[in-house]
């Protein structure tokens, strides 16, 4: 068994789809609760059981002072860079958006949004399907869901990655301060028109029974402009990655639909879009055989524990036929995430879809970027093309 000090160059922000799984299978084989000195140092677990109870603990492993690794100066995060019950009043501002009921009236939406997209990549052959789906469809979602305007949506994808590339040396305030304009510009517009959506809602939202601040509805709506788009699309990506490189896979869950849902979630678990979070420590901490101290960042790996072999069987396989169940894909706790049945519902009206047109494959080799600022893992790119149809057949 190694100790904590072999991994000491370990740097989360370094990671690439083809080096991700064999770090996190050392680590987690060798030294499940490791130590890194990048980014002013930070320890690692990388055990499901022990990254899903850190991650129901909030009063040992807060997220207080931050979920980023390293977490430079000001810019909380609502309500992700927060604790109960603090956390539990500002969680409930996205919950109200996100209703089971709505999520359900959405569906007519999100499967004229799909059909909409993939018929258009269908009709021009294929393409990169990064830049033709996967970034498109979380952004409408965005515009119909909160109310963004499609000038403002527009221009997201790259001010998040740009932001993510500064936030190992600034403050998270300073690496979003270009998505900030964009929000007050949007809670202006709001406040000065007769629109009725849910960002007009939240200009009046309470917090504990206040009215919420400025820079609070600020903040949450960036939240919501972020997360809103950026795991979705590295989902959506790796969905239909997996889908292009088994032409089998996609026969079966042609004739067999009824997979689908299940096939979604084993691509989340083997996937893992949003690789991990931090958490720093309030008290000294007994955890997967190891102690930390008090005070020291502590890096949730739930794409290592999502490949745990002592929970999940040959855990870099998609398999069908397990249950997937408890995967970590979406986090843990009071701070899973809220948008989750949305996602799900986007991934598995995309599959559907696709399988009801000809095979896809890959027209060449994805191009994998590192994790955006430690937390975040997809594909640049996805060039995809459709197998020809036969004459005679149906697809």
Partial sequence: MASPGDFTDFDHHSNTYENVWSRYEKMRDTCPVAHSDQH????????YDDVKKAARDTEAFSSAQGVRVP???GGQSIPLDTDPPVHTEYRRLFTQALTPDRVRELRPFLRGCVDELVDAFFAQGGGDAIADIAVLLPLRVLTEVIGFSEQTVAQLPALTTASWTKIATMSLHEARAEIRNLVEAEIERHRSGDVVDELSRLLD??????????????????????AGHETTTNALGGVIHT???????????????????????????????????GRVTTCEVEIGGRTIP???RVLLSFAAANHDSSRFAEPDRVDLGRSARGHLAFGWGVHQCVGAALARQELVLLVEKLCALPRIGLAATPESGTTQGGIHLGLRTLPIEFEPVSAGTDR
């Fill in 40 to 47: 002013g140092g930070f320890w690692v677990l990388t055990r």
């Fill in 71 to 73: 977490n430079i100066g």
């Fill in 205 to 226: 939202a309470e917090v504990d029974g206040r009215p919420i601040e400025h820079d609070e509805l600020v903040r949450v709506l960036q939240s919501f402009a972020t």
């Fill in 243 to 277: 889908l292009a490189a088994d032409p089998a896979l996609q026969d079966l869950l042609r004739a067999e639909p009824e997979l689908i849902p299940g096939f979604v979630e084993e691509c989340l678990r083997v996937r893992s879009p949003a690789q991990q979070l």
């Fill in 294 to 296: 008090e005070g020291e």
